[in-house]
T-cell receptor
Framework: NAGVTQTPKFRVLKTGQSMTLLCAQD?????MYWYRQDPGMGLRLIHY???????AKGEVPDGYNVSRLKKQNFLLGLESAAPSQTSVYFCASSYSEQTLLLINQPQHFGDGTRLSIL | TQLLEQSPQFLSIQEGENLTVYCNSS?????LQWYRQEPGEGPVLLVTVVTGGEVKKLKRLTFQFGDARKDSSLHITAAQPGDTGLYLC????????????FGSGTQLTVLP
């Protein structure tokens, strides 16, 4: 039971470098989400996807891009990393309400990627 | 923009004590979820509350949803070291993707 798997777990970048964070889920969930967590600020939604080939902006999308080419994968890209993007990044997934005919599906989270930008 | 405030921000208690943490919103919740997050892991759902005045129990945890659906509380009876973690409340959006807006959390430490 892998659930939601995030790679890498840790990464250090220099300002201006680019990288992609990978999220993979094996639960056949329709919805996927990317959050960042900073001290004292809880989790904030960056981007999300309601299905393969679709993405939408969340609360803090600037400086990030995403892609969902396959249902099980959701990629988060940083084109030109900045120190303000130092954070812990969490991916989550959930069923759509239409799948289980039930509202308020739980989101299932990965264990996070700890990213430091120098 | 909805603001969720959680209090207290930090709480350290001895094993066996009771505690209550709070979640308040600047606007009415669509529905509310409580999550617990342990170090090095992602949040895990504890409960969802939907109806004003609702009370749900999960073993030693009691969740209350305010009548006006603008506040919620989590009460833990006889806390144990295993209850240590970050407790997060989250408003579930009424939008199609059910996005979550999280509070900043209460960091609970239960000392043996």
């Amino acid at each position: 039971n892998a659930g939601v798997t995030q790679t890498p777990k840790f990464r250090v970048l220099k300002t201006g470098q680019s990288m992609t964070l990978l999220c993979a889920q094996d639960m056949n969930h329709e919805y996927m989400y990317w959050y960042r967590q900073d001290p004292g600020m809880g989790l904030r939604l960056i981007h999300y996807s309601v299905g393969e080939g679709t993405t939408a902006k969340g609360e803090v999308p600037d400086g990030y891009n995403v892609s969902r080419l396959k249902k099980q994968n959701f990629l988060l890209g940083l084109e030109s990393a900045a120190p303000s993007q130092t954070s812990v990044y969490f991916c989550a997934s959930s069923y759509s309400e239409q799948t289980l005919l039930l509202i308020n599906q739980p989101q299932h989270f990965g264990d996070g990627t700890r990213l430091s930008i120098l | 923009t909805q603001l969720l405030e959680q209090s207290p921000q930090f709480l350290s208690i001895q094993e066996g004590e009771n505690l209550t943490v709070y979640c308040n919103s600047s606007s009415v919740f669509s529905s509310l979820q409580w999550y617990r997050q342990e170090p090095g892991e992602g949040p895990v759902l504890l409960v969802t509350v939907v109806t004003g005045g609702e009370v749900k129990k999960l073993k030693r945890l009691t969740f209350q949803f305010g009548d006006a659906r603008k506040d919620s509380s989590l009460h833990i009876t006889a806390a144990q070291p295993g209850d240590t973690g970050l407790y997060l409340c989250a408003d579930v959006s009424s939008g199609s993707a059910r996005q979550l807006t999280f509070g900043s959390g209460t960091q609970l430490t239960v000392l043996p």
